[in-house]
């Protein structure tokens, strides 16, 4: 069964770092490129970043760059993305998907809350 889980979320200061992890069972992460997304309270679900499938190209929307990282073990079978300087708009729901070489989502992990408050 194809299955993605996402960890790493929780509760941190403005400023504050996280990392989180989205790691795949039943398939081979490898074979597909994989998106961060995030759904805020009352807003649609919105693109973060994405990495290829070797990791070799990444994007990011503008309000992340230089912020988040975006990075893959595939001997591991995870992705990461890690957070840092974060903003109380960063909050949502983070989503991994796999997703095709557009990046556009396939298979959606179940989601990790991310709030950022002091």
């Known amino acids: 069964q194809l299955q993605l889980v996402e960890s790493g979320g929780g509760l941190v200061q403005p400023g504050g770092s996280l990392r989180l992890s989205c790691a795949a069972s039943?398939?081979?992460?490898?074979?597909?490129?994989i998106g961060w997304f995030r759904q805020a309270p009352g807003k649609e679900r919105e693109g973060v970043s994405c990495?290829?499938?070797?990791?070799?190209?990444?994007k990011y929307v503008d309000y992340v760059k230089g912020r988040f990282t975006i990075s893959r073990d595939n001997a591991k079978n995870t992705v990461y993305l890690r957070m840092n300087s974060l903003k109380p708009e960063d909050t949502a729901v983070y989503y991994c998907?796999?997703?095709?070489?557009?990046?556009?989502?396939?298979?959606w992990g179940q989601g990790t809350q991310v709030t950022v408050s002091s």
């Open positions: 039943g398939f081979t992460l490898a074979n597909y490129a």
């Open positions: 998907a796999a997703t095709d070489s557009a990046c556009v989502p396939r298979y």
């Open positions: 990495i290829s499938s070797s990791g070799g190209s990444t």
